[in-house]
């Protein structure tokens, strides 16, 4: 498992060059967000991602799977879920294991069948699912993937992930009073020493943004 963990933390490296880098993009709107929107949104993927899944998975990370490597995990899983497919946490894992070897398109099926084996409530599959789409293709954010999480928020409304994926979404469409909204709910989850240093760092930073494009007039007054 601590294979699995190390690799886990190389892949938020390229979580954040998915998110972030097109958020530095230049978009013709006037909703769009700033530079330092983008950097920030990358450094809540580079330390949230593990430390969520870490913290809050429903996998238990204490209990070895006997394997050495993740290529060997998936293939104990595959097996165990051919015995047994309605195994939820398998599908689940099953579809972290992919997102950690790069297997996107595999891992989006993976989390589906989660989804579809939880009778369609499971918010962690629909997140999965989002996340792997989002590898696959930044623009998902604003489409299936968007969609996704924001289904996934319906079914439980306090979920990390959720909120997580949900805020850095909502970065990206340039809606920061719903970003903000979002990371103060994760926040009061009392996450992770780390991720709760950087998601105040966040929500700072927004109420920055958000006071500059819409400065109080009465500041300006003699």
């Given at each position: 498992?601590?294979v699995?963990?190390?690799?886990?933390?190389?892949?938020?490296?390229?979580?954040?060059?998915?998110?972030?880098?097109?958020?530095?993009?230049?978009?013709?709107?006037?909703?769009?967000?700033a530079?330092?929107?983008?950097?920030?949104?990358g450094?809540?993927l580079?330390?949230?991602?593990?430390?969520?899944?870490?913290?809050?998975?429903?996998?238990?990370?204490?209990?070895?799977?006997?394997?050495?490597?993740?290529?060997?995990?998936?293939?104990?899983?595959?097996?165990?879920?051919?015995?047994?497919?309605?195994?939820?946490?398998?599908?689940?894992?099953?579809?972290?294991?992919?997102?950690?070897?790069?297997?996107?398109?595999?891992?989006?099926?993976?989390?589906?069948?989660?989804?579809?084996?939880?009778?369609?409530?499971?918010?962690?599959?629909?997140?999965?699912?989002?996340?792997?789409?989002?590898?696959?293709?930044?623009?998902?954010?604003?489409g299936?993937?968007?969609?996704?999480?924001?289904?996934?928020?319906?079914?439980?409304?306090?979920?990390?992930?959720?909120?997580?994926?949900?805020?850095?979404?909502?970065?990206?469409r340039g809606?920061?009073?719903?970003?903000?909204?979002?990371?103060?709910?994760?926040?009061?989850?009392?996450?992770?020493?780390?991720?709760?240093?950087?998601?105040?760092?966040e929500?700072?930073?927004?109420?920055?943004?958000?006071?500059?494009?819409?400065?109080?007039?009465?500041?300006?007054?003699?």
């Amino acid at each position: 498992m601590i294979v699995f963990i190390i690799l886990a933390a190389a892949l938020a490296a390229i979580c954040v060059a998915v998110i972030a880098v097109p958020l530095l993009k230049p978009v013709p709107s006037k909703t769009a967000s700033a530079p330092w929107s983008a950097v920030a949104a990358g450094a809540v993927l580079a330390v949230g991602s593990v430390g969520l899944y870490a913290a809050w998975s429903n996998w238990s990370w204490h209990k070895s799977p006997g394997v050495a490597s993740p290529e060997g995990m998936v293939e104990k899983l595959v097996h165990e879920l051919n015995d047994h497919p309605d195994n939820v946490n398998g599908w689940l894992m099953l579809g972290h294991s992919y997102v950690v070897l790069q297997e996107y398109p595999l891992a989006a099926r993976a989390y589906r069948r989660a989804d579809s084996a939880a009778g369609g409530r499971s918010a962690e599959a629909l997140v999965g699912e989002a996340e792997a789409l989002t590898l696959m293709d930044d623009s998902e954010l604003n489409g299936e993937a968007g969609r996704l999480i924001e289904r996934a928020l319906a079914i439980d409304p306090t979920s990390p992930q959720a909120l997580f994926f949900g805020a850095a979404a909502a970065m990206r469409r340039g809606e920061l009073p719903l970003a903000r909204t979002r990371f103060t709910k994760l926040l009061a989850l009392d996450p992770p020493a780390r991720v709760k240093t950087i998601l105040q760092e966040e929500i700072s930073g927004i109420d920055r943004q958000m006071a500059a494009a819409h400065p109080d007039p009465a500041a300006k007054k003699p």
